[in-house]
Structure formats: structure tokens, C-alpha cells
């Protein structure tokens, strides 16, 4: 959600500035612009729309110097047109502005502002900050941040330029990420990594709550009282090979691909001489695990759907009573919590703000809190007693895939590890699930392997205006999850839901039009499921069942079947959902749509 890239230093600026835009474009956005000082003043380039109409603009009319700033803006606060768009500058065009997050008290400030005669040229919330710095410029630029930080409510990431001074970024941030790099040649600031992997090997984590002076050989980092912060850079440990399709068409579909991949690292890395081992980070004593009477997971979207899976999975083998909220529900619900409560926050992005709010609302309560993340030194990483990095590699797409599968691997991993500690998994059980688990990445490959197939499906489905997705058990996350990716990138109205909970509701929308993705592998609640089909048959419903392979019942009452390999029951929603994966996607790319950046939607969400 909105990029910020800064730069000074001696390569060509306006460049660097749009190739850190296009690298941190997946995060969602629908307009663009840079600034950069040249002869002394602010020229600005800004769009609503793609960032290869900022290209196009900047090669129409091209700029040059040695310091700029860029940004990609997810609208909030006014519609996505060229006077929203940042860099914002202010009354004297002394200064331009990048901002990511949201000012709560933006109103407020703003009439006072007006009414001190400052003029106004968007709609935004974040314009006010720019007007605030201008009123303290006097005190020069880095007091004129430190006073304004001050007077703001709300999240935000920043970085600031001058036509007084081009040898400074100035940054801030406050609940909303922001790192930088430096070296006695040049410095940038970024949302995230990918903004600058091509240029630094260094990065620094800028510290919540801080100001950075940014410059070449210069890294200044105070707290919002002025009192200097000590950080230790950290080893880049991504590479642009990384964060490239590669020969594929679309992010989502190589990081489908690469879930093979991403689990057999995950096992050989987690699984150490017949033991489960979570790594060095999960800040959490054997001891102290052993007390857990209660887990509250909380995320939200796909990773909300791994939190599901955990909870049949964790109170299947470790036998701890296990809640799962979304975090925006979690964090105003005052929910009862005691002192044996594990709190478990699990995010891809590790800055979703309404999962991070909820690790602070249980770190108030004085609970610890394990959290799951993918992005190592996000702020859930940070803030987090322990975590465990889920080892997915950098993801992309929008729709998250390989993570979700990640999450869940590692949800099992947890489950395995606490029911071992309190002694409901015993030896032999451990080395069963072992076994299950280490044949995952070839049975993943198989499934991979019917992507043909399922474009097929996806020919004869892809002008259905609606789909149902059901399933039972462990694979009633399955069913929210194959219609909520469905959802995302096609724009197709798909329901998820409890097979069992059908006749109570949604039964009333079948009809001969239906397709109804149905997610029968063998399991403990197979029968039960195979009824809800023949329900949804009778009713004319078209279902599309995924089954295990060799199958022939539910195979011979849906219209189509995916086969997934026999496996263990707790394995089954990592395979089942590669088929719904591939089906959502084959259908958005015959819509021909954007499916690396649906409508709307950002990959990393740092507003609430
Ligand atoms: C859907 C999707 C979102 C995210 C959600 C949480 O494909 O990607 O629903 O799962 O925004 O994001 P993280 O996991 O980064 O906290």
C-alpha cells in the first residue's frame, strides 16, 4: 500500500526513482509521480494511472539532478487523479513530500493550516504534513519533521526534500514501514527492500517512531525527542533474480509453481534428526509453551484462513484450546484473555496494520506473542516475542499462494512441536507425520502437473458470474480460501463456506448455473461431505470436486474432478488448494485481467 523511494547520489536519479517504483509496485496502487531537484527548484512528474504512463511522461518530458523522491499511491483520502497524486509540495515549492499511512486528525490540522492561510491543492489527508514542515522551516528542515511528527495522529512513513539543501533526505516513520541504505556515494530510503535490491548490499530497518538524515556517508538516526538511535545495518539477502517473473507470465503463477520448492526448504530446514526444530527465533521456553492453556490466532484475509487450519490442527495434536480472529474484529472485541493465553499473530507482509494492532492490543495485556511472518524485520517480526519465519521467499502477487501454503506447513510444524512437548504426539506418531510431510513436495508437483487440465475447467467456467466453494473439516479453509482468490483476481462473485452449513442459507442460490467447487480428498469427514454434493446435485448445482486420486464416488457425481495424491488427512488442505489456485488464476488471465494487481487491492496493507 503506497511505495516511497528516495534518492541521492551520483547515478541518474529520475532512473533510480522509477526502478525502485516498479519494484515496489506490487504493493498496490493507482497513481504515481517523483520529484527532483534540478537548478534549484522541484520538478515534478506525476500520473494517476500505471506507472508506465510516469515512464512515458518522464520520457516526454525528461528531468534530471542529484536528489528525488517517488511515489505510488493507494487512494485513501481523494480519488486517484493528478492533484492527490505525491510528491506533495508546498505553499513556496521549497519542499516535496512522500507518504505512506493515514493522518487521523488530518481535519483539524487542516482548518487550522487554512486558516493560516496555507492553500490547499488535494484532497489528501497526508497534504497536511507538508504544510506543517513549511511552517517550521525556519528551524530548518529536520527540527521542522521532528515538530510536525509531534502534532500527527494516525500512521505514516515519510521522506522529505529540499530545494535548500540537496544533499538530504530527511524521513520519518511512525506504525508504518520504512528502511534506508547508504554508502559514501549515495543513499536511498524505501518502503521495502525491493525498492533498492539492485544498488546497496547494507540495509537498515529504520526504528519505529524515529528521523532519519539521510545522505551520502551520512545515516542520522534520533528518536521523535532527538535523542540519537543506534542501529546496526543488516546483510540485503534478496536478490533481483528474486523478485523477477523469471519466463513466467504473472507473479502469482511462478510463485504457485515454486511451492514445491518453498516446502522442501521448509522441511529440510525444520525437520532436524526426527525432531521438529522452529528456529532460533521463537523466544518462547519449552517451559513456558508447556503452560499454554489457551492460542488465540489472529490475521487476516488468506493468512486468516491459514489461522483456520492451524486451529483444527493444533487442537488435533497438542490438544491446547485454540481461537482464530480477524485481527480487525480481535483488536476492538476486548476479548477475555489470561495469563496463559498465547497470542499468535501470522502475516505474510508483517506490517498488515490491523494484525499488527492486535499484537500490541495482547502486548498491552502483558501476553507474549508468536507471530508467523514472512517479511524478517517487518514490524510484526520486530514487535513480536517470538516468531517463525514461515520461509517463503519474497512473494509478489498480489494473491498470496506460496505463502498461505507456508503458513500452514509451519502451523502443523507448531502443532507436531506442542503436542511432542505435552506428550500427546508420541514417537511413532511424530515419524508418521514426518513421513506425510516429507513426501508434500513431490505430491505438490503432481497436482501442479494437472494445470492443463484445470484451464480447462477454467474455459468452460470463466463467464460464470457466480461460484460457491464448500468444503468440511480441515478443508473448510480450503473452501474460503479457492473463493476468496477467486474473488480477488477475476472479480467473480464466489462464496466460501461450511458444506454442512448449506440448507441453513445458501442453499437457496443453486441452480442449473452454479458451478460449486467442492473439496472432497479422503478424510474423516468424507461421507458427510459427499452428502452436501449430492444435495448441491439435486438442486442442478455443477460441481467441480477436488478428490483424491483414484476416487470413483465423488469423481461420478461431479461434472468435473482434479485428483490430488492419497495423503494424510492434515497434508490435504496444502494439496487441495493448488488445484483452486490455478483455477482461479486460469480464469482472471481469460478475463484478461491485471492478476499480479487486482482492483483495489494492495499486497501490503499498512492502513487499517
Ligand atoms: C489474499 C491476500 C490477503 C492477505 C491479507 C493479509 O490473497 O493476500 O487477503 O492475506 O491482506 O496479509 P498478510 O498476510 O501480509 O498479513
Request: charged fraction near 25%; charge should be negative.
Amino acid at each position: 500500500m503506497c511505495g516511497i523511494i528516495g534518492y541521492v547520489g551520483t547515478r541518474d536519479v529520475p532512473s533510480v526513482l522509477l526502478g525502485g517504483l516498479w519494484r515496489l509496485e506490487y504493493r498496490g496502487y493507482d497513481s504515481s509521480g517523483i520529484a527532483v531537484i534540478g537548478n534549484g527548484e522541484l520538478i515534478i512528474r506525476k500520473v494517476p494511472g500505471k506507472l508506465s504512463e510516469l515512464e512515458a511522461l518522464i520520457k516526454r518530458q525528461p528531468v534530471s539532478g542529484g536528489i528525488g523522491v517517488g511515489h505510488t499511491r493507494w487512494a485513501t483520502h481523494g480519488l486517484p487523479q493528478e492533484n492527490n497524486t505525491h510528491p506533495l509540495i508546498d505553499c513556496n515549492e521549497e519542499i516535496a513530500l512522500v507518504v505512506n499511512g493515514i493522518i487521523e486528525n488530518y481535519l483539524s490540522l487542516k482548518d487550522d493550516l487554512e486558516s493560516r492561510g496555507h492553500i490547499f491543492r488535494s484532497v489528501t489527508d497526508s497534504e497536511v504534513i507538508v504544510h506543517l514542515i513549511e511552517e517550521d522551516l525556519d528551524k530548518g528542515l529536520v527540527d521542522a519533521v521532528r515538530s510536525t511528527v509531534k502534532k500527527l495522529t494516525g500512521n505514516f512513513a515519510f521522506a522529505v526534500i529540499s530545494v535548500n539543501d540537496r544533499s538530504k533526505i530527511v524521513c520519518a516513520r511512525h506504525d508504518a514501514p520504512l528502511i534506508c541504505c547508504y554508502n559514501s556515494k549515495e543513499a536511498a530510503v524505501a518502503s521495502d527492500i525491493s525498492g533498492v535490491v539492485s544498488i546497496f548490499n547494507d540495509v537498515i530497518y529504520i526504528p519505529n517512531d524515529s528521523i532519519v538524515v539521510l545522505g551520502k556517508g551520512k545515516c542520522n538516526i534520533t528518536n521523535f525527542q532527538g535523542r540519537e538511535v543506534r542501529v546496526t545495518p543488516r546483510k540485503v539477502t534478496i536478490d533481483v533474480k528474486d523478485i523477477d517473473k523469471g519466463h513466467f507470465p504473472h507473479f502469482m503463477l511462478k510463485e504457485i509453481y515454486e511451492q514445491p520448492k518453498v516446502l522442501h526448504n521448509i522441511i529440510n530446514e525444520r525437520i532436524v534428526g526426527g525432531r521438529v526444530t522452529l528456529g532460533s527465533e521463537l523466544g518462547i521456553s519449552d517451559a513456558e509453551m508447556k503452560k499454554v492453556s489457551r492460542i488465540l490466532i489472529q490475521a487476516c484475509g488468506t493468512s486468516w484462513h491459514a489461522g483456520l487450519v492451524g486451529k483444527y490442527i493444533i487442537e488435533k495434536f497438542a490438544r491446547i484450546h485454540t481461537e482464530v480472529d480477524i485481527s480487525s474484529e480481535f483488536r476492538y472485541r476486548d476479548a477475555v484473555l489470561d495469563s496463559d493465553t498465547l497470542v499468535m499473530a501470522v502475516s505474510q507482509s508483517g506490517e498488515t496494520a490491523d494484525t499488527l494492532a492486535g499484537l500490541r492490543e495482547a502486548k498491552v495485556k502483558f501476553l507474549k506473542v508468536l507471530s508467523l511472518v514472512n517479511v524478517i524485520q517487518s514490524s510484526i517480526h520486530r514487535e513480536s516475542d517470538g516468531i517463525i519465519e514461515i520461509m517463503a521467499g519474497p512473494e509478489i502477487g498480489v494473491a498470496s499462494t506460496k505463502a498461505y501454503t507456508a503458513e500452514i506447513v509451519h502451523l502443523y510444524l507448531l502443532a507436531l512441536y506442542l503436542g511432542s512437548l505435552r506428550g500427546f504426539v508420541s514417537k511413532v506418531d511424530l515419524e508418521e507425520h514426518i513421513a506425510a510431510l516429507t513426501k508434500l513436495p513431490a505430491q505438490v508437483e503432481q497436482v501442479i502437473r494437472l494445470d492443463d487440465d484445470i484451464r480447462e475447467i477454467a474455459e468452460e467456467f470463466s463467464d460464470a458470474r457466480d461460484f460457491l466453494f464448500l468444503g468440511r473439516g480441515l478443508n473448510y479453509a480450503t473452501a474460503l480460501e479457492g473463493a476468496l482468490k477467486l474473488k480477488e483476481i477475476s472479480y467473480i462473485n464466489a462464496t466460501g463456506y461450511a458444506a454442512g452449513e448449506m440448507k441453513h442459507g445458501p442453499i437457496a442460490l443453486i441452480d442449473h448455473k452454479m458451478p460449486i467447487v467442492c473439496v472432497n480428498p479422503r478424510s474423516s469427514v468424507y461421507d458427510k461431505m459427499f452428502n452436501n454434493i449430492q444435495e448441491a446435485v439435486a438442486r442442478k448445482g455443477i460441481p467441480i470436486s477436488v478428490v483424491t486420486k483414484g476416487d470413483r464416488r465423488t469423481r461420478g457425481i461431479s461434472k468435473h474432478s482434479i485428483p490430488i495424491p492419497e495423503c494424510h488427512e492434515c497434508v490435504s488442505p496444502i494439496l487441495a488448494v493448488i488445484p483452486l489456485q490455478l483455477l482461479a488464476y486460469h480464469i482472471a488471465t481469460l478475463k484478461e485481467l491485471d492478476v499480479d494487481r487486482p482492483r483495489n487491492l494492495a499486497k501490503s496493507v499498512t492502513v487499517e
